[in-house]
């Protein structure tokens, strides 16, 4: 089974789209992901402002950080 992940972001963000395709086709095969804006609240803008996108899971805690692809998102959470 998938962990369960948190994608933080912010509307607007180039960068937070293309992540967001990126994991889209595991969310189809069972990831859950919560999409997190970072904007509300602060103090998640100042811990991911200048980092996003980033890909948390909620088990562990562990983060990647962007650039990342699928692959690479299939390892994270293996």
Do not use: K, N
């Not at 919560?34 to 602060?42: A, G, K, R, S, W």
């Amino acid at each position: 089974m998938l962990p369960e992940c948190q994608l933080f972001g912010t509307l607007g963000c180039h960068l937070c789209e293309i992540a967001e395709v990126e994991v889209m086709p595991l969310v189809e095969h069972g990831l859950m992901v919560e999409l997190v804006d970072i904007t509300d609240p602060d103090d998640l803008t100042e811990a991911y402002g200048l980092r996003i996108p980033v890909l948390r899971r909620v088990d562990t805690g562990a983060e990647l950080d962007w650039p990342f692809d699928t692959g690479q998102i299939v390892a994270f959470l293996s």
